[in-house]
């Protein structure tokens, strides 16, 4: 069974959340939710969602893929969370995604070093040593970012692919008729 990490912060981006882990849950994934605080979070939208675990409890656990929601200030939130630049520089070498503005907590964990990513436009700006391409999800080895929540449904059939293969994609597409 794969197994996957995603990510919150107070002020998540909902869409990007809730769609990777349901696309992911329906290839058969077993993803954890793990959230940097207690209780219901609450994201940048105003939706609240209670998560899986507090990321006190998975810091020890082994995932092969971790993936992190943007929005802000969940953003921020993760980039300035310690645990969070400690998970991701403990994954180097296995799957990595970010969607939206979450690659900033990428580059500051110091896990993009030059690679080809993307990001939403209204943070472009603040990568320097990377390779932009304007593509809704750009795949670098084992790094996997994309776009924004209108690039959700992609980015989470890009992750089953990766993770299960085309085969399983297709299968969980022909379910949610998604266009790719």
Do not use: W
Request: with cysteine; proline share 4%; glycine share 8%.
């Amino acid at each position: 069974m794969k197994t996957v990490l995603v990510t919150i912060a107070p002020g998540f981006e909902e869409i990007e959340t809730i769609t990777v882990v349901d696309i992911l849950r329906r290839a058969g994934a077993r993803v954890t939710l793990a959230a940097t605080v207690t209780g219901a979070l609450e994201g940048s939208r105003g939706i609240k969602v209670m998560p899986d675990e507090l990321l006190d409890d998975i810091m020890e656990k082994e995932f092969d893929l971790i993936c992190l929601p943007g929005g802000q200030p969940g953003t921020d939130n993760l980039k300035n969370d310690p645990r969070i630049l400690k998970l991701l520089q403990k994954m180097q070498g296995k799957y990595i995604a970010a969607i939206c503005a979450a690659p900033i907590v990428l580059q500051k964990a110091g896990v993009l070093n030059g690679r080809s990513m993307t990001c939403h436009p209204s943070v472009r700006s603040e990568f320097k040593d990377c390779q932009f391409v304007d593509d809704r999800v750009v795949v670098d080895e084992k790094m996997i970012t994309s776009q924004s929540p209108g690039t959700a449904m992609e980015f989470a059939l890009k992750l089953v692919e990766i993770l299960f293969g085309s085969d399983r994609m297709k299968k969980v597409n022909n379910g949610v008729l998604a266009r790719i």
